[in-house]
């Protein structure tokens, strides 16, 4: 059974601080998406990674994938109070299907 | 303006009483799919559709039925809610998964089922 983990669940970070949020996958995929959901809000598409070794970067946020570990990173720079939001990973194993991570509630404090 | 919308956006309802939650798209995708959300569960998928009359289930199937008989409709049936399907769904379409394509959501429903 394919699974997704994400880690941390919650995150509470103050506004300027770098941080890390993991999503690991059990079965072999190219293709990892990241999205995120503002409160009472749906979902927005982040990144799409495709293949090993991808780093997409958009603002403060940065995506990256390995294949070879199952492991995909979202990387916050500097974070701002708008950042403050759900992120989550899903994977693709190429049966068309969606497997989403549990998601990570980040708080970015001022 | 390129969008995924469903109707309604929230309902409440008693148990066993047949429900239809709507969704449609306008960008001509053929990929559809729905989603419930729980808390500390994330996003399971319940159906998706690759294109017209290909349907098949998803991860938690049980107790919904969709069909596409049209490309920008995929709607969702309970046919007997039960509490248990008290959720929060979103519909999603994309081009056919395996291009370089995300998902586009709707704006949710929110259902409570007493």
């Known amino acids: 059974e394919l699974k997704v983990e994400q880690n941390p669940l919650f995150l509470s970070m103050q506004e300027g601080k770098n941080y890390t949020i993991y999503c690991n996958y059990s079965?072999?995929?190219?293709?990892l998406y990241w999205y995120r959901q503002d409160p009472g809000k749906s979902l927005e598409s982040l990144f799409v990674l495709l293949s090993n070794g991808a780093v997409k970067q958009e603002g403060r946020l940065m995506a990256s994938l390995d294949t070879k570990a199952r492991l995909s990173t979202l990387h916050i720079t500097a974070a701002v109070h708008d950042l403050s939001a759900t992120y989550f990973c899903a994977v693709d194993p190429g049966t068309y299907k969606y497997i989403f991570g549990t998601g990570t509630r980040l708080k970015v404090l001022a | 303006e390129a969008q995924v919308t469903q109707n309604p956006r929230y309902l409440i309802t008693v148990t066993g009483k047949k429900l239809t939650v709507t969704c449609s798209q306008n960008m001509n995708h053929e990929y559809m799919s729905w989603y419930r959300q729980d808390p500390g569960l994330g996003l399971r998928q319940i159906y998706y559709s690759m294109n017209v009359e290909v349907t098949d289930k998803g991860d938690v199937p049980e107790g919904y039925k969709v069909s596409r008989k049209e490309k920008r409709n995929f709607p969702l049936i309970l046919e007997s809610p039960s509490p248990n399907q008290t959720s929060l769904y979103f519909c999603a379409s994309s081009l056919i998964p395996g291009l370089i394509e995300t998902q586009y959501f709707g704006p949710g429903t929110r259902l409570l089922v007493l």
């Open positions: 079965t072999t995929s190219d293709r």
